[in-house]
């Protein structure tokens, strides 16, 4: 099944908190997962990636959590900004294939 | 950062009619993709292009669904005819390399609203 599942749905924290956005899978093939955010009018840009040879992938304030055996990986944001407010789109692919998306996460970061 | 453009960024047209979507990707850019967001849901894939052919298509890219790019210019998709259905946020994207988990590089869309 290629379908990748995305909570919450929508997020509110606040400036200086670390958001934690999810996302599950089912396909045993996906073996790169990359983290894009989106916002309101604009096109979608990546912001981090990784694969599954690792659990844990950083840049600054975003880490991915990768959990292989339960097919599960998370976005977290450290020090939330304002600026962070966003949509937030996980995605899966296979070797040479196309990106499904997660349904989005909402998140906005109050001061 | 490296661009892709699509025009128009808005299409209005009646239900029937034929609609070709444009998309400039970036310049060294040798994978192709269309996507598709109705509004406040994910993207779906809908066809990846490589080297002058369809490579993959979902089960979104209907009979009426057709996708080129003559002689390096435009990536295009033409939709004909158009159905209401159809009405949605297509995106563009372009990435670098022959296969593998190049970043997909995405345009900034065309909303297409079908009446």
């Known amino acids: 099944q290629q379908q990748v599942r995305q909570s919450p749905q929508s997020l509110t924290v606040w400036e200086g908190e670390t958001a934690i956005l999810n996302c599950s899978y089912e396909?045993?093939?996906?073996?790169?997962f990359p983290w894009y955010h989106q916002f309101p009018g604009e096109s979608p840009a990546l912001l981090i990636a990784?694969?599954?040879?690792?659990n844990k992938k950083e840049d600054g304030r975003f880490t991915i959590f990768f959990n292989k055996r339960e097919k599960k990986f998370s976005l977290h944001i450290a020090d939330s900004q304002p600026g962070d407010s966003a949509t937030y789109f996980c995605?899966?692919?296979?070797?040479?294939?196309?990106?499904?998306f997660g349904q989005g996460t909402s998140l906005s970061v109050v001061p | 950062g490296p661009k892709v453009l699509q025009i128009p960024s808005h299409q209005i047209i009646d239900m029937g009619q034929m609609v070709t979507l444009n998309c400039d990707p970036v310049?060294?850019?040798?994978?192709f993709y269309w996507y598709k967001q109705i509004l406040g849901q994910q993207m779906e894939f809908l066809v990846n292009?490589?080297?002058?052919?369809?490579?993959?298509k979902s089960k979104l890219f209907k009979d009426q669904f057709s996708v080129e790019r003559p002689d390096g210019s435009y990536f295009t998709l033409k939709i004909q005819p158009t159905a209401l259905e159809d009405s949605a946020v297509y995106f563009c994207?372009?990435?670098?390399?022959?296969?593998?988990?190049?970043?997909?590089?995405f345009g900034p869309g065309t909303r297409l609203t079908v009446l």
């Open positions: 990784i694969r599954p040879v690792s």
């Open positions: 995605a899966a692919a296979s070797s040479f294939s196309k990106l499904v």
């Open positions: 310049s060294n850019h040798l994978y």
């Open positions: 396909d045993s093939t996906f073996d790169y």
């Open positions: 292009f490589y080297n002058g052919k369809v490579m993959e």
């Open positions: 994207a372009s990435s670098p390399l022959t296969g593998g988990y190049a970043e997909q590089f």
